[in-house]
């Protein structure tokens, strides 16, 4: 909500200000002749005057005040921002789209409107503006196919300007809405174009962000294609650098591996994972812990050390007064444990902390 108050402040503090929502950008269009997709001005226009006694009382001093805008309510927010979309320079706008999708007032008008004046200007954002509209078009749940192709598009014709960061947005986006499947001439080339560009760009941080996005995309019912070329390029640089990799990073990694299934990962690959959070664990938080169990449950690993140090750092964190774990999670994790066969001092605690836990004839324990 503060980020969206000072970039409308901001704005209105620029020439022109408010006033200006009904112009064309100075900053211009990708459309032939320089001028405006017809079917966003039409939206703005049609939106203002629906908005009008809105944005009247905003300019009724000449600019919005910081008091002013703190009396709006969400929904006013993103009305206002809507008729401002115009006068935007590309990064306030990306900026704005993650406000407004965090907030939970990114919706379906304000979407159509942001994305056919996306399309109109691919080329004017960067490709880190374009990774944040695509994770805020996303995150919303808003599919829009001439969207994802235009990005795909530019993503493939662009490739070394995209950070590995940005590429692990889109193809977050692209997993979103399952788009190298329905697209594949499309989603393909821009899912080979961002493995060619990782090659020279790998770090810890990077291939399990990328990873995890990676997980969200092709899931376990992917086509061997789609994860093969990403599979081995993972594979080796986990095997020689899982250093690289800390308590996030790992529990990341590992998630991705997991939705990727059996078909995604070596076992070489998992091993050096357990060994890893073995030596991590007394960092690991509630999330990277059961992340690091679902790998280990789905792949039958009974790495005893590794599994010990993770029941160890989980009864750590259950145990009152404040526990960071709680009883859901922990009896979720000692059914994992118990699955896999693990039972010790610190499984037993754990277990005491989940709720209604009943011991199995063998002395298991299930949640």
């Not at 405006?36 to 049609?46: D, L, M, Q, Y």
């Not at 990676?214 to 080796?236: H, I, K, P, Y």
Request: hydrophobic share 45%.
């Amino acid at each position: 909500r503060d980020v969206i108050r000072r970039l409308i402040l901001q704005t209105a503090a620029a020439p022109g200000g408010l006033s200006a929502a009904s112009g064309i950008p100075p900053w211009g269009s990708d459309q032939v002749g320089g001028t405006n997709t017809p079917g966003v001005a039409e939206e703005i226009r049609t939106h203002q005057e629906q908005e009008r006694p809105l944005v009247g009382v905003m300019e009724s001093s000449g600019s919005p005040s910081r008091e002013q805008l703190r009396c709006l309510s969400g929904p006013d927010l993103s009305a206002v921002a809507l008729a401002l979309l115009p006068v935007l320079p590309p990064g306030r706008v990306a900026q704005l789209a993650v406000a407004l999708a965090r907030l939970g007032h990114f919706d379906m008008q304000y979407k159509a409107v942001l994305v056919e004046h996306v399309v109109g200007r691919m080329y004017q954002f960067t490709p880190q503006q374009l990774a944040d509209v695509a994770w805020a078009v996303a995150a919303c749940g808003y599919y829009d196919l001439p969207f994802l192709e235009a990005l795909a598009g530019r993503l493939r014709d662009t490739a070394p300007q995209w950070d590995a960061r940005s590429l692990a947005k889109v193809l977050w986006s692209f997993g979103r809405f399952h788009f190298v499947g329905r697209e594949p001439s499309v989603g393909e080339e821009a899912l080979e174009a961002m493995i060619e560009k990782l090659q020279g760009e790998m770090d810890g941080a990077t291939v399990a962000e990328v990873v995890y996005a990676a997980g969200q995309l092709c899931g376990s019912g992917a086509g061997d294609w789609q994860f093969s070329r990403l599979q081995g390029l993972v594979a080796d640089f986990v095997l020689t650098n899982i250093e690289a990799f800390g308590p996030e990073a790992l529990g990341k990694l590992a998630s991705g591996l997991s939705e990727l299934g059996s078909g995604g990962v070596e076992e070489e690959v998992c091993d050096v994972v357990a060994r890893r959070a073995a030596d991590l664990a007394h960092r690991l938080e509630p999330e990277d812990i059961r992340r690091v169990m679902d790998l280990l449950e789905s792949h039958g690993k009974r790495n005893w050390a590794a599994l010990e140090a993770l029941a160890a750092r989980a009864a750590e964190l259950s145990r009152p007064p404040v526990p960071r774990l709680g009883p859901h999670q922990a009896a979720a994790l000692v059914a994992a444990f118990n699955a896999l066969g693990h039972v010790s001092r610190s499984v037993l605690e754990l277990a005491e902390r989940g709720p209604a836990v009943q011991t199995t004839p063998a002395g298991g324990f299930v949640g």
